[in-house]
Nanobody, 120 residues
Framework: QVQLVESGGDLVQAGGSLRLSCAAS????????MGWYRQAPGKQRELVAT???????NYADSVKGRFTISRDNAKNTVYLQMTSLKPEDSALYYC??????????????WGQGTQVTVSS
């Protein structure tokens, strides 16, 4: 079983910055991809950014140029550097990961989320 724990969420003023972290632990053979999604009250969960084990990244249009995703494969950790934050970035940020627990058993896990609130 693979667990994901997010951290770094906070209350910040518009224009400010935050860095989120998500660490994976448990029985991990390899992690193919990690990422960040977010969900605001009354809205659907949406993609923020993803990163593969090789470092390929993908971003939602709404965060391009402001957010940067990175990962430390040795630590099974993914980061999200968020700058120029806007009130519409306020949401619960979740970290998913997909990979293999062994050579044969795939996994897909989600963390519990970390709250980001941006005040105007």
């Amino acid at each position: 079983q693979v667990q994901l724990v997010e951290s770094g969420g906070d209350l910040v003023q518009a224009g400010g910055s935050l860095r989120l972290s998500c660490a994976a632990s448990g029985t991990i053979f390899s992690i193919n991809a990690m990422g960040w999604y977010r969900q605001a009250p009354g809205k659907q969960r949406e993609l923020v950014a993803t990163i593969t084990s090789g470092g390929s990244t993908n971003y939602a249009d709404s965060v391009k140029g402001r957010f940067t995703i990175s990962r430390d494969n040795a630590k099974n950790t993914v980061y999200l550097q968020m700058t120029s934050l806007k009130p519409e970035d306020s949401a619960l940020y979740y970290c998913p990961a997909v990979g293999f627990s062994s050579s044969y058993y795939p996994f897909g896990s989600w963390g519990q989320g970390t709250q980001v609130t941006v005040s105007s």
